[in-house]
């Protein structure tokens, strides 16, 4: 399927490589309803590779794009994980660990879509498996034009761990990052100077004590953060970077499952800063044309009822109806 228009593919270059270092096996069921303190009959029953470096890994592919996973997987979910990836065709790279990779558990309401989300605590993880992903993290930055750092940290890591896997990158290449995390994480990760950073609203307003997003990422820009792009839903992303500020949205929003929406964004960010051409943080023109993807792409995950996947026509079609325009 070819690209959407104005989209260029980056299949000839060095690729990109998604980091989670809290996987899980993300387990959907599908129920009419759901009502408290009720029994519920399942009408069926997905299991797929998850995470939100994983989600933005599957979307990747959607788009047609090479793609390395790598993090941290140990215990029964392990193999199922991996699987999953390979049939996929990602490249797959995670790092062994003794602890057991936590699962997620989605109750998906099929009458409106509804999602409710529950996620298992996530394995406890020794200094000596920190190091050996932090090896694999600077062996994939020699290789590959972008790399993503995505959600959580894992039990016995700092909150300073995925500043710790940046810093690595930078020194061992000249890959571009890009990180998506939340709480204290994010504000020492902001400090290993990372080219983007991608909070959602009430990620940013728990760190930053405040409810706007321009304020928010200017904060996270003193902090290191070279730009920051704040998603608000269905209100849109806003981007700041040192030169300007852009806001995009879809005309109108969609209903859906937006469990994985923010990882979407992700790929598409991933892929825009991976193009050959003008610096979309540096350029308007470009910046524009990569948050317009961005919102397309993220909107195109909620019309699927599973993170990591978009169909490339819906991604086509809401591209046309997204606006960008300064605040």
């Not at 998603?231 to 949205?249: P, Q």
């Not at 991933?270 to 023109?285: H, K, N």
Request: proline share 6%; net charge negative.
């Amino acid at each position: 399927m070819a690209p959407p228009p104005g989209w260029t593919d980056v299949s000839a270059g060095r690729g990109i490589a998604t980091v989670t270092a809290n996987a899980a096996l993300d387990v959907t069921y599908h129920v009419e309803r759901v009502g408290r303190g009720r029994e519920h009959r399942v009408l069926r029953v997905d299991e797929r590779p998850g995470g939100k470096g994983v989600n933005t890994a599957f979307v990747l592919r959607c788009l047609g794009e090479p793609v390395t996973a790598t993090g941290l997987l140990g215990g029964d979910a392990a193999g199922p994980i991996r699987a999953g990836l390979v049939d996929a065709g990602i490249e797959e790279a995670f790092v062994p660990i003794g602890g057991s990779t936590r699962r997620t558990v989605v109750i998906l309401e099929t009458h409106d879509s509804t999602a409710t989300l529950f996620n298992e605590p996530g394995p406890q993880v020794t200094a000596e498996e920190w190091a050996a992903l932090r090896a694999e993290v600077q062996r994939l930055a020699a290789d590959v034009s972008v790399l993503t750092f995505s959600g959580s940290l894992p039990r016995g890591i700092g909150t300073d761990g995925y500043a710790d896997l940046v810093s690595a990158a930078f020194a061992a290449g000249s890959a571009r990052v890009v990180v998506d995390t939340s709480g204290p994480a994010m504000l020492a990760a902001a400090a290993a100077g990372p080219d983007l950073m991608k909070p959602n609203s009430a990620e940013l307003t728990a760190v930053t004590g405040t409810h706007d997003a321009a304020a928010g990422a200017t904060e996270l820009r003193q902090a290191g953060a070279k730009a920051v792009v704040v998603s608000a839903g269905s209100d849109g992303l806003v981007l700041t970077t040192g030169e300007f500020i852009l806001w995009a949205r879809l005309a109108e929003p969609l209903v859906g499952n937006a469990t994985g929406a923010g990882d979407a964004a992700v790929a598409a960010f991933a892929r825009a800063l991976a193009r050959p051409g003008p610096d979309p943080l540096s350029d308007t023109e470009a910046a524009r044309t990569m948050l317009a993807e961005a919102v397309a792409v993220s909107a195109a995950s909620v019309l699927s009822p599973v993170a990591g996947a978009v169909d490339r026509d819906d991604v086509e079609r809401l591209q046309a109806l997204v606006q960008v325009r300064s605040p």
